[in-house]
């Protein structure tokens, strides 16, 4: 088995070492998460720590250009935060959100694509009814539904504090479908091979059947959707941000740091928007790429050659 | 010599809803919206005895039903009606609880060796799950014991039991799949087209498995396939299906030397011949009809020479002819044949 | 066969796949020859190289696999050698291929009355109407009823038999003089197999149409055949005439092949098996490709590959231990 293990992952390494975009993809985001998760070691402030902060360093440009400030690497934005540092912060509760998101996502969408694709019939047909209505409902529809409730319920202070909590469970409630899909489709293929069949000739219960047997064969495609989701769960979350529904700009993502600059980009202080948005736009790009290069390398077609 | 009767089935139907969910059953008909299911009769109303210690092989052209039979046996479908009995006992109708004691008894081998082993299991996890199952008081030596054991029975190395299915070939992994089978220590087992998938070197490896392992362990099988050369080789007696019917059963032998239903007739004209050139086999007209839209009567008589007004109108029922045969046809019955 | 001219003549044919993980060979200095008309089985078990020539002779191996060396005449022309266009010409009009699946031919969208008529302006100079009359006449020849009602219908509107029939009246459409049948009735049941394959066997016998029937089953091809080879691991091990092959076979893995089949043992007795399995193409072992399943091996089958050569019962085989 080892040996076959060590084969196995030579070849997967192989592969991916023969694709630069892939090792390029791979290293860039690397990089993003390490720093972003390093943050308070080594971004040079505290964006959080109001105490460091000085009105007066606001909207300070990066340090190549004139009036710059030698401490602000990247410049300033409007409350005289130090940009990379609260980007590096910002970056982080995006990587979080989005994990998170996913994770739930996968959660529902697994049991529930699981037990749908397994029983069939009308358990079946009422699961994926409801994944068709869960998805005529937008994101956005779902986010602005449950951020009004919870800040008419709590107020804007609770919301500020539980605002990473409630956008992981707002985005991932709002896709769970996509993954129940996923797992129902490829559950219902599995279901028809004949292992399944020897299991239940066994006698086992349909929760190990479901379990033991037909999930572990599903995984690959849980894993593709996976990555895609990952992105697309740091885009919705920065898109609400960006429309105000998202993080508050005391805790900043990289989409409400988007947002805050963009007030100022007429002004003069482009800096304040241009850098989160080039931080996003490398984020979900890697991730992306990265994706693609695993969908490539599990599809069973290519690999075959 | 007297036989006991290990499997009785008795009246079995077995239909299949294929029209998916009832908004796919809404069809316009004649200006109106109504709901019409469609359903495929793939067993209808068959009976027959499997006797301890033989080989019962169910024979048949592809959509006959005898792989729907053979898993309405194992309790993979429940009958629509009728009954299977095991020595003697009731099992179609029994919880999944009570089953439990059943599983142990009767087992089964599937066509696919490339689909009945789960990709993700080792070979010894995939062994070792029945016997955790179904003989859960032995110790874990005990049950690598028994592992080993059968894994040598079957001729595949022990050394290779943490290996997956996809290291071994086809002829290999059809042993693995007789060896889980084999694991809880059954005495009836039925195999679904076993060596269907496997190269003919390999073929006559698995067969040679079945027969030796059938005189050591005192097995019964229930062989399912549609290669009647294999068929004639190792069955005592042989059922022929059409279209969700048996319509002749009888000795192996028989069978083979003397046909009686028309359809056995023409199945059995068209084996290919070693040796033989050119072709001498019996045409049948028309094309096999759908278990969707069964025909009346004998569902045979489309393509039958021998039809006449009864055999559309009356479904022929299996009668004794001789003391070997069965058949279910009017003109046999009639001396017309 | 002197007495009939060479209609095919395949030589020391090489074909491999380039792998990351190197070379494979798949089919291994293959040499045969068909005269016009003749029909010759290809049979061996599935990763036997059998297909793999099959495609060749048609130029239709897929990348990474190539043929690497040999040549294949057919007509008097080299086929290895003819660009793509050629060759084009030569692919279902004077050669046509049957594949074990009909869907691998029919286009699920068009009608059968269109695909056929297609085919034939494509590789002849005629009218769409000399081309429905040459349609309408081949659909008659495979024993399919009211020929002008089918030409109308789509392939999904035919049964599994129904349309392996009109595969074989597509691949008749041109009159060419080779056919190339790929498991043509391994996907059919025994009642249709028979037809199909009597039908196969006139047609070619009375438009003396070359054949070549590729499959697995020593039975299917006693009955249709003139001439067998037998492949194993990529090479020919054994031919010659169909009947004294299967009567008499010389090669070990012949042997073992006919000797496997429950036809030849009384029922209930053990079957002969050929222990182990075929080499995949990445182990064939050194010396002769069968020396790790032969009880008769000696020294020399492991160091020496033997070459496919006359022996004394009158047919060509590939062995040490035979003269």
Known sequence: ?305 | MPRKTLISIQNVVKHFDISGGWLDQLKFSGGRLVRRKTVVRAVNDVSLDIEQGETLSVVGESGCGKSTLARTVMRLYPPDSGQVLYRGQRIDNLSSSDMKTYRTRMQMVFQDPYASLNPRMSVRQILEEPIRFLRGTLRRDEIQEAVAAIMLQVGVDPDWRDRYPHEFSGGQRQRISIARALAVDPEFIVADEPIAALDVSIQAQILNLMMDLQQERGLTYMFISHDLSVVKHISSRVAVMYLGTVCELARAGTVFQSPRHPYTQALLSAIPRLGEQGFRHERLKGDVPTPIQLPSGCVFHGRCRYADGRCVKEIPRLRQVDEQTMTACHAVEEGRI | ?323
């Open chain 1, 1 to 305: 088995m080892n040996t076959w293990r060590k084969m196995q992952q030579s070849y997967f390494l192989h592969s991916f070492l023969r694709d630069p975009l892939a090792v390029g993809s791979l290293f860039i985001l690397l990089l993003l998460v390490i720093a972003s998760f390093g943050a308070p070691l080594i971004a040079p402030h505290n964006p959080y720590d109001t105490t460091t902060i000085d009105i007066l360093d606001s909207e300070l440009p990066p340090i190549w250009l004139e009036k710059s400030d030698s401490r602000f690497l990247l410049g300033t934005d409007s409350q005289g935060r130090d940009m990379l540092s609260t980007m590096l912060y910002g970056m982080r509760v995006s990587i979080i959100i989005g994990l998170g998101a996913v994770f739930l996502q996968a959660v529902m969408g697994i049991l529930i694509g699981l037990v749908a694709g397994y029983k069939g019939k009308r358990l079946d047909a009422f699961l994926m009814r409801l994944a068709d209505v869960q998805l005529s409902f937008s994101t956005y529809m779902v986010a602005i539904f449950f951020g009004a409730l919870f800040q008419a319920a709590f107020g804007m202070g609770m919301y500020e504090e539980f605002a990473i909590p409630l956008l992981i469970f707002i985005i991932g409630f709002a896709e769970w479908p996509q993954y129940a899909r996923t797992v129902r489709a490829s559950v219902m293929a599995e279901k028809k091979k004949e292992y399944v069949e020897a299991a239940r000739v066994i006698g086992l219960r349909p929760g190990r059947i479901m379990w033991r047997h037909i999930l572990p064969n599903t995984l690959t495609s849980v894993l593709v959707i996976s990555t895609v989701q990952v992105a697309n769960a740091i885009m919705s979350e920065a898109a609400l941000s960006f429309i105000g529904l998202g993080m508050p700009v005391t805790r900043p993502s990289l989409g409400s740091l988007i947002k805050a600059g963009f007030d100022y980009i007429f002004s003069g202080s482009w800096w304040i928007t241009l850098f989160p948005g080039l931080a996003l736009v490398l984020l979900i790009l890697s991730v992306n790429l990265l994706g693609d290069w695993l969908r490539d390398f599990l599809n069973p077609k290519l690999y075959k050659e």
């Open chain 3, 1 to 323: 066969m002197a007495d009939r001219d060479n209609l095919l003549s395949v030589k020391d044919l090489i074909i491999r796949f380039q792998l990351r993980q190197g070379a494979l060979t798949a089919v291994n200095r293959v040499s045969f020859d068909l005269a016009k008309g003749e029909r010759l089985g290809l049979v061996g078990e599935s990763g036997a190289g059998k297909s793999v020539t099959g495609f060749g002779i048609l130029n239709l191996i897929s990348k990474p696999g190539r043929i690497t060396h040999g040549s294949i005449r057919f007509e008097g022309r080299e086929l290895t050698q003819m660009s793509e266009e050629e060759m084009r010409r030569i692919r279902g009009n004077r050669i046509s291929m049957i594949f074990q699946d009909p869907m691998m031919t029919l286009n699920p969208v068009l009608t059968i009355g269109t695909q056929m008529v297609e085919t034939l302006l494509a590789h002849k100079p005629i009218s769409r109407r000399e081309a429905t009359e040459i349609a309408l006449d081949r659909i008659n020849r495979v024993s399919i009823s009211s020929p002008q009602k089918r030409l109308e219908q789509y392939p999904h509107e035919f049964s599994g038999g129904m349309r392996q029939r009109i595969v074989i009246a597509i691949a008749l459409l041109t009159s060419p003089a080779l056919i190339i049948a790929d498991e043509p009735t391994t996907a059919l049941d025994v009642t249709i197999q028979a037809d199909i394959l009597e039908l196969l066997l006139h047609l070619c016998d009375t438009e003396k149409t070359g054949l070549i029937l590729i499959t697995h089953d020593l039975a299917v091809v006693s009955q249709v055949t003139e001439r067998i080879a037998v492949m194993y691991a990529g090479t020919i091990v054994e031919t010659g005439a169909t009947g004294q092959i299967i009567r008499n076979p010389q090669h070990p893995y012949t042997q073992g092949l006919l000797a496997a089949l429950p036809q030849n043992v009384p029922a209930g007795g053990r079957l002969k098996q050929i222990p182990g399995v075929m080499p995949g193409p990445s182990r064939i072992p050194a010396g002769c490709p069968f020396n790790t399943r032969c009880a008769l091996c000696e020294e020399v089958c492991r160091t020496v590959q033997p070459p496919l050569e006359p022996k004394q019962a009158g047919c060509l085989a590939a062995c040490h231990l035979l003269n």
